[in-house]
């Protein structure tokens, strides 16, 4: 809100409080060697600036009440207040003093209420209220604001409009000032982040190349161990192949060049050496090929020793060697084939 500031004589001051009340007059009579010196008129930026404020008969006193009690639990700070009454004009008639006013024409009723800061300036201290001036009060008090609005010279209007347009100014600039910082914060952010996806891209990438690397040098590890397991099986053949190969001369060497009696020849020579006819309880069978390649033939009788049951045993009458090369006969008997 733009406001007007103007010198307010002591003598106008005197006037109003003294037709007001008593206690108002004491106030300000009070209060006047601070008066002379920051005595000043506020009005609304638009609208008439000379009029004063229309104001139902209570409810300047209402809001009274209102302050009061907010000043009573410490909460009336210059904000409060001026939250309070907006709107209303206003005298300033020291550092920390303030006349708030509002008339009801229709009524003729002219409130009027001093309000008092702390040393601080903050918080509101006390305010006094007086209602029901006068109709010459009121009309001293109008013609009074007009004649020092009318004394203000172009000078001291310019002089308030570029405190006004420097604090404007300050704002825009404090408000530019913010959104550069935010602007470079948001940007930093913006890198760090990045920097970070950078910084996580890489470490990924690493961590891949790591895990390829050690994929690979396990597959190396694992070929050269099936490698190691495929030669040592080679050895391991060939090492067979080569004894199987000598047991296989061995066995060529021991073997007669050449055999000219077959298991049955030989059966049968055994059966004709031992006079064991075809039809003799007693049998003669093949059983093995002994260490030198000789036919073994078991000769023996098979005894039932039970009738009912069919069990029984053999009984072994002898072991016969018979050479494959030439026939010759050999009674192992004593060997226990």
């Known amino acids: 809100m733009k406001m007007l500031k103007v010198a307010f004589g002591i003598p106008l001051l005197a006037v109003l409080l003294a037709g007001c009340s008593d206690e108002s007059s004491e106030t300000v009579s009070q209060k006047e060697e ?24 209570n409810t300047l006193q209402t809001k009274a009440s209102t302050i009061k009690k907010a000043v009573n639990s410490k909460e009336a700070d210059r904000d ?37 800061f702390d040393a601080s300036g903050d918080y509101v201290e006390n305010i006094n209220f007086v209602d029901n001036a006068s109709e010459e ?3 001293l008090l109008q013609n009074q604001i007009q004649e020092q609005q009318k004394q203000l010279s172009d000078l001291e209007q310019q002089q308030m409009e570029k405190e006004l347009d420097d604090y404007y100014a300050q704002l825009e600039d404090d408000r530019q000032k913010e959104e550069e910082a935010q602007a470079k914060a948001d940007a930093e952010a913006e890198a760090q982040a990045e920097a970070d996806r950078k910084a996580e ?39 067979l192949e080569s004894e199987q190969e000598e047991d296989t001369e061995a066995l060529e060497e021991e073997e007669p060049a050449e055999q000219t009696v077959s298991q049955e ?30 036919y073994i033939i078991h000769v023996y009788e098979s005894v039932v020793d039970n009738e009912e049951t069919g069990e029984g045993h053999t009984a072994t009458q002898g072991w016969y060697q018979v050479s494959p090369s030439d026939g010759s006969i050999t009674d192992v008997t004593l060997d226990g084939y």
């Open 34 to 57: 601070s008066t002379e010196k920051s005595t000043a008129v506020h009005t609304k930026e638009n609208g008439n600036k000379t009029a004063v404020k229309e104001s139902s008969p």
């Open 137 to 139: 009060q009121i009309a």
């Open 265 to 294: 020849q030989a059966i049968q020579l055994v059966r004709d050496q031992q006079g064991i006819a075809e039809d003799s309880p007693l049998l003669v069978e093949y059983d093995h090929l002994d260490d030198s390649g000789n």
């Open 201 to 239: 891209e890489e470490r990924l990438a690493e961590e891949e190349k790591k895990q390829q690397e050690e994929e690979e040098a396990q597959a190396k590890a694992d070929e050269e161990e099936a490698d190691a397991e495929a030669s040592l099986e080679d050895e391991v053949q060939t090492e």
């Open 80 to 116: 409060y207040l001026l939250n309070v009454m907006n709107g209303y004009q206003y005298i300033q008639v020291g550092d920390n003093q303030y006349i708030y006013y509002g008339i009801n024409q229709e009524q003729n009723v002219f409130c009027m209420m001093e309000v008092n």
